[in-house]
């Protein structure tokens, strides 16, 4: 008893030994992105100088959007299945280190003369052990847990992040299917016009039944491309209200108007993208859970020792037991060291070891899409600037030479198809701007979510994420 006591301290200061550490930030980028040089800049323009900031879904001025971004990221269903995952993360932790501590049973029996079974036996004994993590095996299946529960809380917020901006741009391309329709009845109402105007020369001796005829085609055809427009346009608000959780009846109201898109947005350098944005830096914490998975799987292959102690009480009415103390107290240990089991702790080991290169690939592989996903959205803001001016003009020199098409046909001296065909024309170009500047402010958010920048101001109290579970 004596020695157990003086040597039981030594053993626990050995298990205090510290654990060995993972490859750091650096290394683990080196060895997952060896052919990447990273820019002292981004390579597109289109970004403004100074760091990345949040709050990016205030600059849209829509508080009807920042109140729907809200009711999605408290219903929406994803959102609720990735919450459960952190929970369950928590969960794992706590338990892969609950081995580090004493674990205590209690163990009693009674019932009088038959006692359950027969023996007379009546009794209770508490029974403690306490495994020496002499080679950090637990240690490091808890680490390895603490990280994975640390993945899956950056996770759940890079969809929070997802869905807010998912939401934003459905807004936003709701917003467009409802303007579009617009300019789709506008078109209606013109050739409500041009058919009128036909059936008026025909009744004068001017024109003919062909350009009525004609005119009346073309009318049905933009009736039925009022239509389809209608069908994507309700579509669209099903797809936002499904996101927000509700029923989706297309109900929800959008505005009849694209915001104004706010001016360039500070993008930080490429160098500080992979440590910002959730996603990536959710990659690399199970990068290094992987390392301590591998080093629990070494760990295994050595022996474990074990202190155990119990304290026991005995009685029975049936025989007399032998005499000695009652309760009787003991403290002992014990050694259990894996011989042979036919490779299975080195197979495991290998597949620790293959686990870990997936995992560093896989962080390879999201950092570099963060990358192109970036410059993506600088080189398309700045595409798409240049395309409103170009589209801008257009819709104004088909808006005039529609004007003139019309007076020529009024006087006689055009004919119909000129007029529908800058009808269409006309149509088309402001159609193609209205769903340029749309995809601009998509452009935007796609932006703002790849940067890692959050929607919400980090002081708006009512925005903050839900606290994540404590592993402690």
């Known amino acids: ?110 019932g009088g003369t038959l ?10 004994g508490v029974f403690a052990s306490w495994e020496l993590d002499l080679w950090g095996r637990v240690r490091a299946s808890r680490e390895a847990a603490r990280l994975q529960y640390v993945s899956a809380q950056l996770e759940a917020e890079y ?80 797809a936002l209200e499904a996101l927000a959780g509700r029923y989706p009846a297309a109900a929800l109201d959008v505005p009849a108007r694209l915001p104004a898109e706010p001016g360039p947005i500070p993008a930080g350098m490429p160098s500080e993208l992979l440590e910002r944005r959730p996603d990536v830096v959710a990659a690399e914490r199970r990068v290094a859970a992987t390392f ?16 155990t102690a119990a304290v026991t009480t005995l009685s029975s009415e049936l025989f007399v037991l032998k005499d000695r103390d009652n309760p009787v107290w003991s403290a002992g240990a014990s050694l259990l060291a894996p011989i042979y089991l036919g490779g299975a702790l080195q197979s495991q080991v290998e597949i620790r070891t293959a686990e870990q290169k997936q995992a560093l690939a896989e962080f390879g592989r999201v950092g570099a899409r963060a990358f192109g996903e970036v410059e993506n959205a600088l080189a398309s803001g700045v595409t798409l600037e240049a395309r409103v001016t170009i589209l801008t003009r257009a819709v104004a020199e088909n808006q005039r030479a529609l004007e003139l098409a019309n007076v020529r046909y009024r006087v006689g001296s055009g004919d119909l198809s000129a007029v529908q065909q800058q009808q269409l024309a006309l149509s088309s170009s402001r159609s193609a701007l209205l769903h340029v500047r749309s995809e601009q402010l998509v452009q935007r958010v796609n932006l703002h979510l790849a940067l890692g920048g959050g929607w919400a101001d980090p002081s708006d109290k009512s925005a903050a994420r839900p606290a994540m579970t404590s592993t402690r």
């Open 292 to 307: 301590y998975r591998t080093e629990e799987a070494k760990a295994a292959r050595l022996p474990r020792i074990s202190l």
């Open 115 to 124: 006692s359950g079974d027969s023996s007379g036996l009546e009794g209770a």
């Open 1 to 110: 008893m004596v020695r157990i006591v003086l040597v039981a301290p030594l053993i626990a200061a050995l298990a205090a030994c510290a654990l060995k550490a993972p490859p750091d930030a650096g290394e683990t980028r080196a060895q997952a992105l060896p052919n990447m040089t990273l820019p002292p800049q981004w390579t597109a323009q289109g970004g403004a100088a100074g760091d990345v900031a949040h709050g990016w879904l205030a600059a849209f001025n829509d508080p009807q959007l920042e109140s729907l971004v809200r009711e999605a990221l408290a219903y929406n269903l994803d959102l609720q299945l990735a919450a459960a995952r952190v929970e369950q993360a928590a969960g794992y932790a706590r338990l892969a280190g609950a081995t580090l501590y004493p674990q205590v049973n209690l163990l009693a029996r009674g």
């Open 159 to 238: 969809a929070r992040q997802s869905i807010a901006a998912l939401v934003a741009k459905s807004w936003f391309l709701a917003t467009e299917a409802r303007l579009q329709k617009g300019l789709a009845e506008d078109m209606v109402r013109a050739s409500q016009q041009l058919v009128s105007l036909a059936r008026e020369r025909q009744r004068v001796g001017s024109g003919n039944e062909y350009d009525t005829v004609v005119a009346q085609a073309g009318l049905q055809t933009q009736l039925d491309i009022v239509q389809q427009l209608d069908l994507a346009y309700r579509q669209s608000v099903r």
